[in-house]
């Protein structure tokens, strides 16, 4: 290699964003649902219990559970499927194998973490208050230590989503969401899925 000055970023790592044009005719459904089984500071599912606080987590079969999300996992699983196949060339089938609801009531936040047994995870984002955290952070799997001459660096990504977008990233990839302050609930819907 002879390039002159040349900055190379090392890998490609994607988080794939998109919007739900029909969420407006869904949202007031989607929130109460939500709200009618909100158990508080709960973690129904029981997995990872420790790393969440101040929130209501359902069972992992919420898509599957209640027939009024049915037109929100048709669209999550064939928007997500488009998503993925653009970004990889490919021609996957894409199956939702988890999904659940978060409700996160002030002061609550959830730590890093990441999904086992899963390939591409979302969260799509259903409710919150603006400017009042809860915000998702992303992180790449290798850790740069902060020092003079890495100031360029960020090994941490933030996407500041607005109800009705869909976030999705490899599974793997540790995220967490920052401590939320606002007086009305924060809501998300998060599955796991595989590509076929
Ligand atoms: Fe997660």
């Not at 992303?138 to 020092?147: G, V």
Request: a negative charge.
């Amino acid at each position: 290699m002879n390039n002159y000055r040349q900055a190379t970023l090392l890998g490609k790592v994607p988080l794939l964003t998109s919007w739900w044009p029909e969420f407006d005719n869904y949202k007031k459904d989607i929130v109460d649902l939500c709200l009618k089984h909100e158990i508080s500071n709960t973690v129904e599912s029981n997995v990872a219990v420790n790393a969440k606080s101040g929130l209501w987590e359902s069972t992992f079969d919420f898509l599957e559970k209640y027939p009024s999300l049915q037109n929100l996992k048709i669209w999550l699983t064939q928007e997500s499927t488009e998503l993925i196949n653009n970004f990889n060339n490919s021609s996957h089938r894409l199956a939702i194998t988890e999904s659940w609801a978060h409700v996160t009531r002030a002061g609550g936040y959830h730590k890093p973490h990441y999904h086992n047994n899963s390939t591409w995870s979302g969260i799509f984002y259903v409710d919150a208050e603006n400017n009042k955290g809860g915000s998702n952070n992303w992180y790449l799997p290798y850790y740069l230590e902060r020092k003079p001459g890495l100031e360029f660096a960020d090994d941490r990504f933030t996407i500041n989503c607005s109800p009705g977008n869909l976030v999705l990233f490899p599974s793997m990839l540790l995220h967490d969401a920052d401590v939320y302050h606002g007086t009305l609930p924060r809501i998300v819907i998060s599955f796991n899925s595989i590509c076929l």
